[in-house]
């Protein structure tokens, strides 16, 4: 077995070269053995690769003594339901999120509240890869999700007066196969779909929302046809990305910004929380709200633990993930996510477009990767901090380094997916982005040789 699978929030790697029918088997018989409660709820997504690895990890689940519920394909969010609503502590969602069609791999769960990562994930690994599995008697149930998520949702979404027009863009991902009854569950959403069939091979686009270029043909869907707003959903639909009545991208930052301004008059806890890698804009602006902010590490389960560790009403991350906790049980879903838009826009005479067009005006890098080998990303990591101490410079350092100024930010992090750093820059004025970018993309350099 190739131990990178394990990764720092799951195991993961491309079919069948890392992830195959023995690699699934080997995982099933090491979760049941490892576990002490020997309830376990498993799902997957509509990888093309994805049922077969369901059944090899059925048969090393069950010769360890696993009593397995399940779900059969069902989108990630519908697995956090049911595992919260039948309060099952162990889990197991097949499934490689918005990766390309060649990759697969395991969200694993230990607990109610989210997904294991970091240290739960190197433990397990280091269990798997001793091999000492016990032997077992299990048992098997199969139960649909469908039932209890569309309730769910009915029951938390009500809709106002104005009627919504949307193009809900499922990418052929899981959550085609959910995506139509639950928008039929409201008589005052007019929708169109595209690319809803659900197809594990994503024909049409790589099934992440949160990328521009995955949203051109939903943005020139809404704007041909007058609607709205845009919904895209990823491969397992726990993210959402948004485009605007005009077409145009609107990053999550952007997303939560609108969110925080409508809904934080009701909040219970009166607190926000954005990841590092978020705008300076949202800062501003959660800083006109009298709303106090945490700068978080970034990471889906690390930011679920942070927010449900401070009982926040609502909280999110840049690459899409939306949490809930005011009326839904706080776990991150796209398609719930824009229904949240959506009753926000129903409920307020608002235009996402206007929205946004308020909000401080920053220019921004992407994301830029620069190649920096596993062992020594640490040590470039440090010389920088030791080059901003050096100058007085105050950082943030919950997750690499986040610089603050009055108009913008920079951000370099160690990645956890590959061997590399990766930075962002961002400033009010497009001459000092250039000239900070270069600033420090030369310092990073000079210092990795």
Not at 65 to 93: R, S, W
Not at 186 to 203: A, Q
Not at 380 to 386: D, S, T, Y
Not at 419 to 446: A, S
Request: aromatic fraction near 10%; hydrophobic fraction near 35%; charged fraction near 30%.
């Amino acid at each position: 077995m190739n131990e990178e699978i394990f990764r720092e929030y799951d195991i993961r790697g491309i079919v069948p070269k890392d992830i195959n029918d023995t690699t699934s088997y080997i995982i099933g018989k090491a979760f049941a053995s490892y576990i002490s409660d020997k309830k376990v709820i498993i799902g997957h997504d509509n990888r093309l690769s994805s049922n077969n690895i369901s059944n090899n990890l059925v048969k090393g689940l069950l010769e360890c003594g696993a009593n397995i519920t399940d779900l059969g394909l069902c989108t990630t969010p519908m697995y956090y339901a049911m595992k919260k609503h039948l309060n099952i502590q162990n889990g197991i969602m097949i499934t490689a999120s918005h990766n390309p069609k060649e990759y697969n791999g395991f969200k694993i769960s230990f607990d109610i509240i989210g997904n294991a990562y970091g240290k739960m994930i190197t433990d397990f690994k280091d269990f798997t890869l001793k091999g000492n599995f016990k032997k077992g008697i299990g048992s098997y149930k199969k139960i649909s999700s469908e039932e209890y998520y569309l309730n769910l949702i009915k029951n938390s979404i009500h809709l106002g007066n104005q009627k919504i027009k949307v193009v809900v863009d499922t990418g052929n991902g899981t959550g085609s196969i959910i995506i139509k009854k639950v928008l039929d569950l409201f008589s005052n959403i007019e929708y169109k779909l595209i690319n809803e069939i659900s197809d594990g091979s994503f024909p049409n686009h790589h099934p992440d929302p949160c990328e521009p270029e995955n949203m051109i043909e939903l943005g020139n869907t809404v704007k041909s046809l007058g609607y709205d707003l845009g919904i895209g959903i990823d491969g397992d639909a726990d993210r959402v990305g948004v485009v605007d009545e005009n077409g145009l991208f609107v990053p999550a930052d952007k997303v939560m910004i609108i969110l925080y301004k409508y809904l934080h008059k009701n909040f219970k806890v009166r607190k926000a929380i954005m990841d590092v890698k978020c705008s300076k804009a949202l800062i501003d602006e959660t800083k006109k709200l009298n709303l106090p902010l945490e700068i978080y590490r970034t990471g889906n389960s690390y930011m679920n633990k942070r927010i449900h560790e401070l009982k926040l009403d609502f909280g999110g991350e840049f690459s899409g993930h939306l949490w809930f906790l005011d009326k839904w049980p706080g776990f991150d879903d796209g398609i719930y996510a824009g229904l949240r838009i959506i009753e926000l826009l129903s409920k307020e005479n608002i235009s996402i477009a206007k929205e946004v067009d308020k909000m401080p005006k920053y220019y921004n890098t992407p994301e830029i990767k620069i190649p920096v080998a596993d062992n020594k990303k640490d040590d470039v990591v440090n010389k920088v901090k030791l080059y901003l101490d050096n100058k007085k410079i105050k950082y943030n350092d919950i997750d690499g380094i986040r610089v603050d100024f009055p108009d913008g930010f920079i951000l370099i992090r160690k990645s956890n997916t590959g061997p590399n750093l990766t930075v962002r820059f961002e400033k009010q004025n497009k001459e000092e982005l250039e000239k900070i970018k270069n600033e420090y993309l030369e310092l990073i350099d000079k210092i990795k040789g």
